[in-house]
């Protein structure tokens, strides 16, 4: 099939394939006020795409008309507190073979577009899972639980089909591949720019998740605000390797602790701030289980990364025995 260039001048509108065969490629995106993030995601699929849908839940910031001035199908969309619900309503707009799923404020670099049009000549491919490269306020973070990153967006439509969760993973069928994890096949997401974004993106996606455990008439524990934060700080600073990442990664750490306690006092408040009883019991069993927890990643920490004295490791392990012999009185 025969592909043409976008056309200039007057409009980067999209053109088809000659004779008006169907396109190939549909980008599709959903959108809410992200026009400065919307121009350069479009930018970044120029000379890729035959089609572009772009689904807005009522901008106000021009974002629909940046998407028209690119060539763009737009069409409307009630607003959601999150995208997964419009994702599959976007996707039913596109007339493409193959689907490439972006958030506005995502990128594509050449190699990895050539690496995309090359897949579209595979006969035995359905879905692609594609690595993805966060720069999180202003720097790639590489561990963290945020390396590779693998997201299923490139696709055959009719081969992946969204859930309506927050956060949730897509169902699919068919036989996929898995991108090498390398920088130059990964489509570059900036995440979170300052920390006032991620505290507001915090609040609303615990009010989700809230109300999401609220329906599901979940019994808060003393332990979801104790236990639970620490241990997302430990999954992502020590076993993901987030200290790698410096400053970045240890701020980025205690931000997702402080947004999963986020879900739980949310949940508190919907169900009417109870003036429950704290028991002595229930408390230092969390507290101590969570000392326990971090002493145990600390000292692997401590010993993988820092100590060579054979005397200091003696003195740890004698420690983290201690501790797991004493966690429980």
Not at 171 to 180: A, Q, R
Not at 198 to 203: P, Q, S, Y
Not at 267 to 294: H, I, M, N, R
Request: hydrophobic share 40%; charged share 25%.
């Amino acid at each position: 099939m025969v592909r043409l260039e976008s056309i200039r001048p007057g409009s980067d509108r999209i053109s088809y394939s000659i004779m008006n065969k169907k396109p190939l490629i549909s980008a599709v995106i959903n959108v809410k006020n992200e026009a400065e993030s919307l121009s350069k995601c479009l930018h970044s699929i120029k000379n890729l795409v035959d089609e572009i849908i772009v689904v807005d839940m009522n901008s106000t910031d021009g974002s629909q008309d940046i998407a028209k001035n690119a060539g763009a199908k737009v069409y409307s969309y009630r607003p959601m507190k999150f995208v997964e619900p419009a994702r599959n309503f976007a996707i039913s707009k596109a007339t493409g073979k193959w689907i490439l799923l972006l958030d506005p404020d995502e990128f594509l670099n050449k190699t990895l577009k050539r690496e995309l049009l090359s897949i579209t000549k595979r006969s035995d491919v359905d879905y692609v899972k594609i690595p993805r490269k966060n720069i999180i306020f202003g720097k790639w973070i590489r561990h963290s639980n945020h390396w590779p990153d693998y997201l299923i967006r490139f696709f055959k439509k009719g081969a992946v089909t969204w859930k309506k969760e927050i956060h949730s993973q897509p169902n699919v069928k068919g036989n996929g591949i898995t991108l090498l994890d390398s920088e130059k096949l990964a489509i570059q997401h900036n995440n979170y720019t300052s920390v006032n974004q991620f505290v507001t993106r915090a609040l609303r996606y615990s009010g989700i998740q809230a109300d999401e455990l609220f329906a599901a008439d979940y019994k808060i524990k003393t332990s979801d605000f104790i236990l639970k934060p620490i241990q997302e700080f430990n999954s992502r600073f020590f076993f993901a390797e987030g200290y790698k990442d410096g400053f970045h990664g240890l701020v980025f750490s205690l931000l997702q602790a402080f947004a999963i306690s986020l879900i739980y006092i949310r949940l508190w408040e919907k169900q009417g701030c109870q003036d429950k009883p704290l028991t002595k019991e229930s408390f230092v069993s969390a507290s101590q289980e969570t000392v326990f927890e971090y002493d145990f990643w600390f000292n692997k920490y401590f010993k993988n990364e820092y100590s060579t004295n054979i005397f200091k490791k003696i003195l740890l392990k004698i420690r983290l025995t201690l501790n797991y012999l004493t966690k429980n009185f």
